[in-house]
Nanobody
Framework: QVQLVESGGGLVQAGGSLRLSCAAS????????MGWYRQAPGKQRELVAT???????NYGNSVKGRFAISRDNAKNTLYLQMNSLKPEDTAVYYC?????????????WGQGTQVIVSS
């Protein structure tokens, strides 16, 4: 059974920092592309950042230079360091795992962790 469990969300003032974690189980973590997505009230889910199994990273334009995604394959854990937070970063943040399952590809999602940035 695949599980992605996010943690680290909370309430922070604008300009502050948070570090999100996503603990994965039930998948061969090291071969998966892992990512963070977020969804604000009334908006579509959007890309925050992804990190491929080889370490290549990709960021959404709104977080470039402020957020950093990383992974620890030995701990099966994904991280998102969020700095210089803005009120518009307020959203539920979801962990995603994208990888091979037999001959096809699958996406797995966590339950999400709430981030609220106050002005």
């Amino acid at each position: 059974q695949v599980q992605l469990v996010e943690s680290g969300g909370g309430l922070v003032q604008a300009g502050g920092s948070l570090r999100l974690s996503c603990a994965a189980s039930g998948i061969k973590f090291s071969i998966y592309t892992m990512g963070w997505y977020r969804q604000a009230p009334g908006k579509q889910r959007e890309l925050v950042a992804t990190i491929a199994n080889g370490g290549r990273t990709n960021y959404g334009n709104s977080v470039k230079g402020r957020f950093a995604i990383s992974r620890d394959n030995a701990k099966n854990t994904l991280y998102l360091q969020m700095n210089s937070l803005k009120p518009e970063d307020t959203a539920v943040y979801y962990c995603n795992a994208h990888g091979p399952v037999g001959p096809s590809w699958e996406d797995y999602w966590g339950q999400g962790t709430q981030v609220i940035v106050s002005s």
